[in-house]
Every structure is written in structure tokens, then in C-alpha cells.
């Protein structure tokens, strides 16, 4: 992983990643956020998902990305500098461009144990 975390004085931390896929970049006590950058499985969705106990919030830095929304995947593109929170128990997944860059925040223990998957 292309995880890099330059330390500095007086408490911050400047963290990037520029590797592919999703990368949970910085995670504190309850909550993390992420990159999602373009990999094969955010170009060709074989699935939607759904937490059960968090929203998920989306902002798209760069690229293209759309939502995939509800049971039916109805699509939602997505425009640079919105947030766009799907709520929790809502059916989604995500489709970016080969230079899209996302920024992610959702709980540090969204995973498997506490979404369900939809398989289309």
C-alpha cells in the first residue's frame, strides 16, 4: 500500500493515498475516513451494499464517479465538492473513472459483520 503519513510538530498529521482501491487513510475512535480510488470492482459493480449501522458519506475530489442507489441501482452522478451522505440501511455502491479520487468518512467498524450485500 501506498500509505503515507508525514508527522509534523504541534499534533498534525498529513496523510494521502494514492494507491488503488479503498484505503481507510485515518481512522479515531468511532469514526475513519478514507480514499477510494479507481480499482476493477468500483468500474464494474457486481453488487450492492448496505450498512446497517452508519450512514456513508461521499465526496468527489477528482474524475467521475456515480451512486448506485436502491435496490434497483438507480444511479446518481456525482458532482466535485458535494457530500453525498447514503443513509444507513440504504442499498448503494459506487462507480469511478481511472483518475477519480473519492473521500470517504463511515464508523471505524463498518464491515462485513454489520452490512448486507446485494448481488445483481
Known amino acids: 500500500m501506498e500509505n503515507n503519513a508525514n508527522y509534523i ?6 496523510k494521502e493515498y494514492n494507491g488503488e482501491g479503498y484505503n481507510r487513510t485515518h481512522t479515531y475512535g468511532a469514526w475513519c475516513v478514507a480514499f477510494l480510488n479507481h480499482a476493477d470492482r468500483f468500474e464494474n ?3 450492492l451494499e448496505r450498512h446497517l449501522l452508519t450512514d456513508e458519506v ?4 477528482r474524475g467521475r464517479a456515480e451512486l448506485l442507489i436502491g435496490e434497483k441501482g438507480e444511479t446518481v452522478a456525482m458532482e466535485q465538492g458535494k457530500i453525498y451522505n447514503v443513509k444507513a440501511g440504504v442499498w448503494h455502491n459506487i462507480r469511478v473513472s481511472r483518475d ?3 473521500l470517504v468518512v463511515e464508523n471505524s467498524d463498518t464491515g462485513k459483520e454489520n452490512s448486507e450485500y446485494l448481488y445483481l
Open 9 to 14: 510538530p504541534w499534533g498534525l498529521e498529513i
Open 45 to 47: 459493480t457486481a453488487y
Open 58 to 61: 461521499f465526496v468527489l475530489l
Open 100 to 102: 477519480a479520487k473519492v
